[in-house]
C-alpha cells in the first residue's frame, strides 16, 4: 500500500534512530520526555499546543522560543489550504536528527508528527496509555524485510509507530519494541482517522476491517 510523504519522513528517521543504538553518539541539547510525563500538558497537547485549538501563529511562537528544537532547521511548505513547518530536534545524533513536523489547514493546527529523540519502549507506552484500539501492520518499504507498526488511540488523540525487525522468519512485538514517532490530533473515532488524510497512515475504509488488527498482546504479529 502506497505510504504518504509523512510516514516515508517518519521511517527513514525510525529507520536512522535505530542504527544510532548500534554506535557511539553524542547527546547535544534537552531531551523532551513530555509525552510520559505530562509536563507542561498532557497529550494531545504538545509543550502547550493543541491541535484543533492552536493557530499557526501560536505554532510558530512555540518553536521559535522552544528549547527543544533546532532553530536553523525550521522551514515551512504550503500547498492548497495546507501547510506544514518541519524542524529538527535540538538533540543532535552523530548518524542524523529526527524531522518534525506541524500539519495546519488553513490557520488551524491539525497534527504534530514528534520523532522521539531518546530510546522509548513499547511496554512503557502501553503501561502508560493501555492498550492500542487497534493496530496497523504493514511493509515498510516495497520489497523489504523490516514492518511498520501503527497502534491507534484516537480518543487520545495519539498514534505510535515502531519499525521491526524480522527474528527467525517472523516480526514479532516485544516489551523492549522501540516505539519511534508519535502523532498528535484533536481526539476522535477510528473512523475518524480517515479523515484526516495521508498526515495520519490509515488504511482506506474499504480495508480497515481486513488490515486492522485488535492488541492480542506481545508476540507475533500478521502483516498486511
Excluded at 510516514?7 to 520526555?33: E, Q
Excluded at 505530562?38 to 521559535?64: F, K, M, N
Excluded at 545524533?93 to 493546527?109: D, F, T
Amino acid at each position: 500500500m502506497r505510504l504518504s510523504l509523512l510516514d516515508c519522513v517518519a521511517l527513514a528517521v525510525a529507520m536512522l534512530l535505530l542504527g544510532a543504538s548500534l554506535v557511539s553518539c553524542a547527546l547535544a541539547g534537552p531531551v523532551d520526555r513530555s509525552l510520559l510525563s505530562g509536563d507542561p500538558c498532557q497529550p494531545p497537547c504538545w509543550q502547550g499546543l493543541v491541535p484543533g485549538v492552536s493557530t499557526v501563529q501560536e505554532v510558530e511562537d512555540v518553536l521559535a522560543g522552544s528549547e527543544y528544537v533546532k532553530q536553523e532547521s525550521v522551514t515551512r511548505e504550503r500547498w492548497g489550504g495546507f501547510s506544514t513547518i518541519w524542524w529538527e530536534s535540538a538533540v543532535s545524533w552523530a548518524s542524523g536528527s529526527g524531522r518534525n513536523a506541524a500539519v495546519m489547514k488553513g490557520e488551524m493546527l491539525q497534527i504534530l508528527m514528534i520523532c522521539l529523540d531518546y530510546e522509548l519502549a513499547l511496554e512503557d507506552i502501553v503501561e502508560r496509555y493501555g492498550a492500542p484500539e487497534k493496530l496497523w501492520a504493514s511493509w515498510a518499504w516495497p520489497g523489504g524485510v523490516e514492518v511498520a507498526v501503527r497502534l491507534y488511540y484516537p480518543a487520545e488523540g495519539l498514534t505510535f509507530a515502531l519499525v521491526l525487525q524480522p527474528s527467525n522468519g517472523y516480526h514479532e512485538l516485544e516489551p523492549g519494541s522501540k516505539v519511534t514517532v508519535v502523532r498528535y490530533f484533536a481526539p476522535t473515532s477510528l473512523e475518524g482517522l480517515i479523515d484526516l488524510g495521508e498526515s495520519i497512515p490509515f488504511p482506506p475504509r474499504e480495508y480497515m476491517d481486513t488490515e486492522l488488527a485488535d492488541w492480542q498482546g506481545y508476540g507475533p504479529i500478521e502483516v498486511h
